[in-house]
């Protein structure tokens, strides 16, 4: 999900000031070292050991499990009532070594009921995820729940939860149950940005999600992971198979993230030879024109029709419908040779202006360069939906702001396919850990952005650490805090930019690209529609770039920790320039990072000189030899200004 806020990046940036002609770095404020070298590379870290269900290398164990949960749900939208009305029906495998009496299911839409959890801790002031003078009646009605035999069985709802009473113990190892219940809720026009209804000139488009009852992970971790859902934290999800019927006007076009196994049933002739088309060809081509919108021969002639969709392998499915969608398709080429389809659906308000007209091409740039780059895309379509939300992904679907154009569009259909990698793919747990998530979504993005359309809206940014006061701010949170543990204000921050820019700033400056982007392929591969946890991914980086980086996510990670690296002095040795330069740095706050200094001799030559992090392995202050034959003019340290240095001002030192 997007986190929709501007970041003042000139109010961020953090300028060096001109250092004093003479030896010693200047220092208006004697700043004391809060550095202890002994917890930063405290080596005590980890806090469990490798186990036959996760293994101390970061890949999941011999005898790792996961439960699994298959869906067949069949429901109807009722776009006068706006409610969602049907069954689902639910088959459980326990693949855990334990038996169960019961089983948690999540019930998300219940948060929209006025006495919910999350309706009691909006604040005064309107959130994102609702607002306190809210009156909107909404969560489930459930009824006729049963197992597979047609008995009726107990249950308990709590808030978002709901517990199943099984008639029978689950049996450990491969026990499996059905049940089914029936469910209806009335679809909020504001759904915590993840869901919602928005009005256009030619009808209400409608984006459903979080919309059936659906079983809560069983883990090795945390047994039942029975978080409440209170709108920041998002999902975490078993795998299993959808089989979903939409009932719908047969004036509306629903789209769903899945395979549509009757298309001859919902599209028209001519609209079937253009999806048809579609399949084969890398230009973008029109299914439904805006001025076919308002024709009544552009769908069926009927009632009601009903879409029948499937996804497999998949954590959850999400869809959208409407009688104002404009539709578009093209082709996906992905690296094994196989298709997928980009398919748009847009009102007339979004097309035109580089705005939604360009959404499948950048659909398909998007999932085509992280096929190629992390792991092939799995889905068989990939669909953007213009909506009232403003960015919100699902398997094979995404929700984006209708009023998004030129790059802010591109930015937002790139983040949320993107995040078809993590969590859809790499299914972390969004509600404990969001910088899984979002902090690596946010980092694969820049690196896309980078080439699509050779640079098209690629704007460096100047120096990478102008975020510096807000990345290094001791008030936030650390990013190893849960979203609904975060103040709103900060989850931006923490979730998605200070994590992003930490896997940018270890890829770059700590590991080198190429070995970092290789261990990040091999986290993807290992933990591909699995649970990986947040020590089983620094395990996968660790074993597979051979670095012990503890100091690292203790710094970025666990902590708020700050950087703070200054020149004290600079020296000749015995006094003769010709003979090299010495040079003493400190490292005055908790974090400790590589050292990249650059001297400028007053022939204006340049000189560079790395340190890597061990230098400050057992030592605050360090003194080293520079290799030059003149005098010099300056020091600096970090001449790319890409490190998140808190006091740029004690970085330099110069003889003018």
Not at 148 to 164: A, F, N
Not at 276 to 303: C, G, M
Not at 586 to 593: G, R
Request: aromatic share 12%; hydrophobic share 35%.
């Amino acid at each position: 999900m997007r986190k929709n806020m501007l970041i003042p990046f000139a109010a961020a940036l953090l300028l060096a000031t001109t250092a004093n002609a003479q030896t010693q770095a200047p220092q208006a404020t004697k700043v004391e070292s809060k550095y202890d070298y002994k917890a930063a590379f405290n080596p005590v870290f980890y806090n469990n050991t490798g186990s036959v269900y996760r293994s101390a290398s970061g890949k999941p164990g011999h005898q790792y499990w996961q439960n699994a949960a298959n869906y067949d749900i069949k429901v109807s939208l009722n776009d006068q009532t706006h409610e969602v009305k049907g069954n689902v029906k639910i088959s459980y495998t326990n693949n855990s070594p334990d038996q169960m009496d019961f089983i948690w299911l999540q019930l998300e839409q219940n948060l929209f009921n006025p006495e919910s959890i999350g309706q009691a801790v909006v604040p005064l002031s309107n959130s994102r995820y609702g607002s306190s003078g809210n009156e909107f009646q909404g969560g489930y009605k459930i009824s006729n729940v049963k197992e597979h035999s047609g008995k009726e069985v107990k249950y308990s709802i709590i808030d978002t939860r709901m517990r199943i009473e099984l008639p029978k113990t689950l049996a450990a190892n491969g026990g499996k149950v059905e049940f089914s219940m029936d469910f209806s809720y009335i679809v909020p026009a504001e759904g915590a940005d993840r869901t919602g209804i928005l009005k256009t000139s030619n009808g209400d488009i409608y984006a459903i999600a979080q919309w059936y009852p659906k079983v809560t992970v069983y883990d090795d971790v945390n047994g039942w992971n029975n978080l409440p859902y209170t709108g920041p934290g998002e999902f975490y999800l078993e795998y299993g198979d959808f089989n979903v019927e939409i009932t719908a006007p047969a004036n509306h076009i629903v789209v769903m993230g899945g395979e549509l196994l009757n298309p001859q049933e919902v599209w028209t002739k001519e609209q079937l030879e253009r999806l048809n088309k579609a399949k084969n060809s890398d230009k973008t081509v029109l299914i439904r024109s805006e001025s076919e919108v308002t024709n009544p021969n552009s769908r069926p002639q009927k009632s009601t029709l009903t879409w029948k969709y499937r996804l497999n392998n998949t954590r959850d499915v999400a869809w959208a419908s409407s009688k104002a969608f404009i539709i578009d398709a093209a082709q996906i080429n992905l690296p094994s040779g196989k298709k997928s389809l980009a398919m748009s659906a847009y009102p007339k308000e979004s097309n035109g202006g580089n705005a939604w007209e360009r959404s499948t091409e950048y659909t398909k740039a998007s999932i085509e360069y992280y096929s190629k780059k992390w792991m092939e895309y799995p889905y068989p379509v990939a669909i953007n939906v213009a909506s009232n939300v403003g960015g919100m992904e699902y398997p094979a679907i995404v929700f984006c702001g209708s009023r998004a154009r030129g790059s802010s569009l591109w930015g937002v259909t790139d983040h949320e396919f993107g995040h078809i990698w993590f969590p859809m793919i790499v299914g972390s747990n969004e509600r404990l850990y969001a910088w899984m998530d979002e902090g690596f979504n946010t980092f694969i993005n820049d690196l896309s952005t980078e080439v699509f359309n050779k640079g098209e809206y690629h704007r460096p940014r100047g120096n990478r650490n102008a975020m510096t006061r807000m990345i290094m701010n001791p008030g936030l949170e650390p990013v190893m805090t849960t979203p609904q543990g975060m103040k709103e204000r900060n989850i931006g921050m923490l979730a998605y930019y200070k994590p992003g820019y930490a896997m940018r700033i270890l890829r770059d400056e700590v590991i080198g690209a190429e070995r970092f982007d290789a261990a990040f392929r091999k986290y993807v591969d290992y933990w591909a529609y699995k649970h990986p946890t947040p020590e089983d991914f620094f395990r996968v980086i660790e074993n597979e770039t051979g670095e012990n980086l503890n100091w690292f996510w203790r710094s970025w990670i666990l902590n708020n920790w700050q950087l703070d690296q200054a020149i004290d002095k600079v020296e000749y040795v015995d006094s003769d320039p010709a003979k090299g330069a010495l040079i003493s740095i400190s490292n005055l706050e908790k974090m400790p990072m590589p050292v990249v200094i650059e001297a400028t001799t007053e022939s204006g030559k340049k000189v560079r000189h790395k340190l890597p992090v061990q230098v400050w392995e057992n030592n605050s202050t360090w003194r080293f030899r520079m290799n030059t034959t003149e005098k010099l003019s300056s020091v600096k340290i970090d001449p790319d200004n890409v490190y998140p240095d808190i006091r740029p001002e004690n970085n330099v030192w110069n003889t003018k």
